[in-house]
């Protein structure tokens, strides 16, 4: 199969090459307890389990210390602390014009996340700035005032302001799923419908990340992306596995079964909820953008802006038993 006027037999060796389904399902697995922290990447963080709670309890001496990402690039490092942080991190992990309350609740998961980490580690000793995390840890998107000026341009100031608000507005406020701080898994948009955790893991374990219906996002003008594909002799790809949601979960290729989520990356699909077309050519037709667990951001907006919900209200939504809590790390 290649790309309309450009091989990709780069692309299908790759495929060819992955492991079988058993492989896929352990991939799967990895791929949504670090899913959370952007919608497209990965972050790696782990779920205190029970043993582990009393240990990872921030004390009070270290709430005074303070906590920080230590974030370096090319110009300078610096050690970030996390309130401050957090506003690159929503400014890169979502659009930044959408409604207010949909940016915070945005923030309050990153925030759970980046904390999570912290109490799993409990960050490296730095003499003066209390602990600090690499940035590299946490596989976050984030960007720098530099980039954001850049990106923004004349819009600079209004939507660095937008972004700090609805950090400091929330200031502290994490999600918390029973005793645990939230996984928050997050993604630009479903096709429809966000994905159940159970269903698709197999593992009560993710009960949180719950399917409810998302029936505004197929008024988005990006809800629907196409690529096409030209055949090469001798290729056979089908799809013979779906989630409720509609997300493919397994596939034939030339004889090799394949997961969803690997053939969306190898093929750099927007989403694992597509359809195949075949003609001459393959035309890959998909439905909305990202893994589809969690937090739909766009349909979070529309809550946000047609019903008036909060911030609390929109993580509830796509989440089951949630609670919420303040940390005095951030007081």
């Not at 596989?139 to 660095?160: K, N, P, Q, R, V």
């Amino acid at each position: 199969m290649r790309t309309a006027g450009r091989r990709t037999r780069r692309r299908r060796n790759l495929l060819l090459g992955l492991g079988t389904l058993f492989f896929v399902c352990l991939f799967v697995q990895a791929f949504i307890k670090s899913a959370g922290i952007q919608a497209a990447g990965l972050p790696t963080a782990g779920i205190l389990g029970s043993g582990d709670r009393e240990k990872a309890k921030v004390r009070a001496s270290d709430a005074q210390d303070g906590y920080s990402v230590f974030y370096q690039n090319d110009i300078s490092s610096q050690s970030i602390p996390i309130e401050e942080f957090l506003t690159g991190a929503v400014a890169a992990s979502i659009d930044i014009e959408y409604e207010p309350e949909t940016l915070k609740a945005q923030a309050v998961l990153l925030r759970g996340n980046l904390l999570r980490k912290l109490r799993e580690t409990k960050g490296e000793a730095q003499e003066g700035s209390g602990r600090s995390l690499a940035f590299e840890e946490l596989d976050m998107d984030y960007y720098t005032l530099e980039e954001l000026h850049t990106i923004w341009g004349e819009s600079f100031e209004a939507y660095y302001q937008k972004a700090k608000q609805a950090v400091q507005q929330t200031k502290g406020t994490y999600a918390k799923s029973g005793s645990q701080i939230l996984n928050g898994n997050f993604h630009a948009m479903s096709g429809g419908k966000t994905r159940s955790g159970r269903e698709a893991l197999g593992d009560e374990s993710y009960d949180y990340l719950q399917s409810v219906p998302c029936d505004k996002n197929i008024e988005s003008d990006r809800f629907l992306q196409s690529k096409r594909f030209e055949k090469e002799e001798g290729d056979d790809f089908q799809i013979l596995k779906r989630d409720s949601a509609g997300y493919v979960t397994k596939v034939s290729w030339n004889g090799r079964q394949l997961g969803g989520e690997q053939v969306r990356e190898a093929l750099g699909l927007a989403s694992a909820n597509f359809e195949i077309t075949q003609g001459d050519d393959y035309l890959i037709t998909t439905k909305g953008s990202g893994h589809g667990f969690g937090f739909d951001q766009y349909y979070a907006n529309y809550l946000a802006r047609e019903n008036g919900a909060d911030y609390m209200a929109l993580i509830s939504y796509f989440f089951k038993d949630i609670s919420f809590t303040t940390d005095a790390y951030a007081q």
